[in-house]
């Protein structure tokens, strides 16, 4: 249902009105509110926590602040509730930024609608939900953007691939779903997918199957070449693929009778030259390759409600992660395209180049500290270096005073020898 909404623009401050069935933004600058309105499921006892923090980097350190996963190898289930509203008839767009400035290496960074009469308290990865949307990274493989929609009761996954940022800035991530049954995927405001539902997604039947009554003519003949009638084998074709080493000699120490009779061992044979088959010569009798008609499916009917979802309520961040740091924000459903697009300026494009240069300069002055660290290992290296070569130098030297001594001693002996 319409209905007509004032308040003050979160980007211009100005007092607005929206004709719409909702523009709800869950920011999350506001202390520990946030812990109130979004509940964590009590479906598990060992659920991650999350954390509100900008971040170790950032564009400014109150306007993104966000809600952070903060311990490894969890499940994460929270949610918040929201005046409930049907996308009928309207543009449904989902948007957030999502921040994996852990470099994560597995784990969800998407979301998820629920229906508004779904239990908080027992939200699981099994619960029923309306989308889910985000990016999800598991190794070298898998980096994508899920849009996963439900439809008369199951999910179903997009058949198209796109790809998701795996660096460690903040991205924004929005999915548009219109009531002509088209969607849109942007990444950072960048358009990286479209489509329409029925095509991108497999919630219908085939408009068209093959006829169960058709039949390959017993004559067709889809042979493209046949075998050549007047090609014989050649009489010196047939030879052995391997053959005796001719080079190989039996053992002086082999026993007959202990080990058998002596066979040479076996190598390829050059001559050799694999199974014979005849030429091949064009089929006048060629008709190509036979295609199995087909006619229109009688289980198909076009669905124009693909993109409706009757009682959107709750939006919530059900995910699993092996490494944790991921910081969500900027949460916004609306119907507004335009307004999407200036939150996400105003918001993520606003503080994303200073949060990059606070990235670089942190990462400058590991590699600073990294040098130095190794400069000064191999210091420590070169003077330990020294000074067991210093500590072999007096050994040696001590050596050779032991044997000048006994020389000495021996020369004394000699000449009192002489003496007598």
Same mark, same amino acid.
């Given at each position: 249902?319409?209905?007509?909404?004032?308040?003050?623009?979160?980007?211009?401050?100005?007092?607005?009105?929206?004709?719409?069935?909702?523009?709800?933004?869950?920011?999350?600058?506001?202390?520990?509110?946030?812990?109130?309105?979004?509940?964590?499921?009590?479906?598990?006892?060992?659920?991650?926590?999350?954390?509100?923090?900008?971040?170790?980097?950032?564009?400014?350190?109150?306007?993104?602040?966000?809600?952070?996963?903060?311990?490894?190898?969890?499940?994460?289930?929270?949610?918040?509730?929201?005046?409930?509203?049907?996308?009928?008839?309207?543009?449904?767009?989902?948007?957030?930024?999502?921040?994996?400035?852990?470099?994560?290496? %597995?784990?969800?960074?998407?979301?998820?609608?629920?229906?508004?009469?779904?239990?908080?308290?027992?939200?699981?990865?099994?619960?029923?939900?309306?989308?889910?949307?985000?990016?999800?990274? %598991?190794?070298?493989?898998?980096?994508?953007?899920?849009?996963?929609?439900?439809?008369?009761?199951?999910?179903?996954?997009?058949?198209?691939?796109?790809? %998701?940022?795996?660096?460690?800035?903040?991205?924004?991530?929005?999915?548009?779903?219109?009531?002509?049954?088209?969607?849109?995927?942007?990444?950072?405001?960048?358009?990286?997918?479209?489509?329409?539902?029925?095509?991108? /997604?497999?919630?219908?039947?085939?408009?068209?199957?093959?006829?169960?009554?058709?039949?390959?003519?017993?004559? /067709?003949?889809?042979?493209?070449?046949?075998?050549?009638?007047?090609?014989?084998?050649?009489?010196?074709?047939?030879?052995?693929?391997?053959?005796?080493?001719?080079?190989?000699?039996?053992?002086?120490?082999?026993?007959? &009778?202990?080990?058998?009779?002596?066979?040479?061992?076996?190598?390829? @044979?050059?001559?050799?030259?694999? &199974? /014979?088959?005849?030429?091949?010569?064009?089929?006048?009798?060629?008709?190509?390759? /036979?295609?199995?008609? #087909?006619?229109?499916?009688?289980?198909?009917?076009?669905?124009?409600?693909?993109?409706?979802?009757?009682?959107?309520?709750?939006?919530?961040?059900?995910?699993?992660?092996?490494?944790?740091?991921?910081?969500?924000?900027?949460?916004?459903?609306?119907?507004?395209?335009?307004?999407?697009?200036?939150?996400?300026?105003?918001?993520?494009?606003?503080?994303?180049?200073?949060?990059?240069?606070?990235?670089?300069?942190?990462?400058?002055?590991?590699?600073?500290?990294?040098?130095? #660290?190794?400069?000064? @290992?191999?210091?420590?290296?070169?003077?330990?270096?020294?000074?067991?070569?210093?500590?072999?130098?007096?050994?040696?030297?001590?050596?050779?005073?032991?044997?000048?001594?006994?020389?000495?001693?021996?020369?004394?002996?000699?000449?009192?020898?002489?003496?007598?």
């Amino acid at each position: 249902m319409l209905e007509k909404l004032s308040g003050t623009d979160r980007i211009s401050g100005e007092k607005k009105e929206w004709v719409t069935f909702r523009v709800e933004t869950f920011l999350l600058q506001t202390g520990d509110a946030w812990e109130s309105r979004w509940i964590e499921s009590k479906h598990k006892s060992d659920y991650g926590k999350f954390k509100l923090t900008a971040g170790k980097f950032y564009g400014d350190s109150e306007e993104n602040k966000g809600i952070q996963t903060s311990q490894d190898a969890k499940f994460y289930a929270r949610s918040a509730k929201f005046q409930p509203f049907s996308n009928e008839g309207k543009t449904l767009i989902i948007q957030f930024t999502v921040k994996h400035e852990q470099k994560i290496d %597995c784990g969800g960074g998407y979301i998820k609608l629920f229906p508004a009469d779904v239990d908080q308290e027992a939200i699981h990865g099994e619960t029923e939900y309306y989308v889910m949307f985000g990016p999800d990274i %598991c190794g070298y493989i898998t980096k994508k953007v899920h849009v996963i929609l439900n439809y008369k009761g199951k999910n179903h996954l997009i058949k198209k691939e796109i790809t %998701c940022k795996d660096d460690e800035l903040t991205h924004l991530y929005t999915l548009i779903l219109k009531p002509d049954q088209t969607y849109e995927v942007k990444i950072d405001n960048e358009k990286v997918g479209s489509g329409t539902l029925e095509e991108d /997604w497999d919630f219908l039947p085939a408009k068209k199957i093959k006829d169960p009554e058709a039949k390959k003519p017993e004559d /067709w003949d889809d042979r493209e070449t046949i075998d050549d009638e007047n090609d014989k084998k050649p009489e010196d074709w047939d030879k052995p693929e391997n053959i005796p080493d001719p080079e190989a000699k039996k053992p002086e120490d082999w026993d007959d &009778e202990m080990d058998g009779e002596w066979e040479p061992p076996m190598i390829p @044979n050059q001559e050799y030259k694999g &199974e /014979w088959k005849p030429g091949q010569l064009k089929n006048p009798d060629f008709k190509g390759a /036979w295609v199995h008609p #087909e006619i229109d499916n009688p289980e198909y009917a076009p669905d124009d409600n693909m993109y409706k979802f009757q009682n959107i309520g709750v939006i919530g961040l059900d995910l699993w992660q092996v490494k944790s740091g991921t910081i969500f924000d900027n949460f916004l459903i609306t119907d507004d395209e335009k307004y999407a697009e200036e939150f996400g300026n105003e918001t993520w494009q606003k503080t994303k180049d200073s949060e990059e240069k606070m990235k670089k300069g942190q990462d400058e002055e590991e590699r600073k500290r990294a040098a130095e #660290e190794e400069k000064h @290992n191999d210091g420590e290296e070169e003077e330990d270096k020294e000074i067991k070569d210093e500590e072999e130098e007096e050994e040696e030297g001590e050596e050779e005073e032991v044997e000048d001594e006994k020389d000495n001693e021996s020369e004394d002996k000699t000449l009192k020898k002489d003496e007598l």
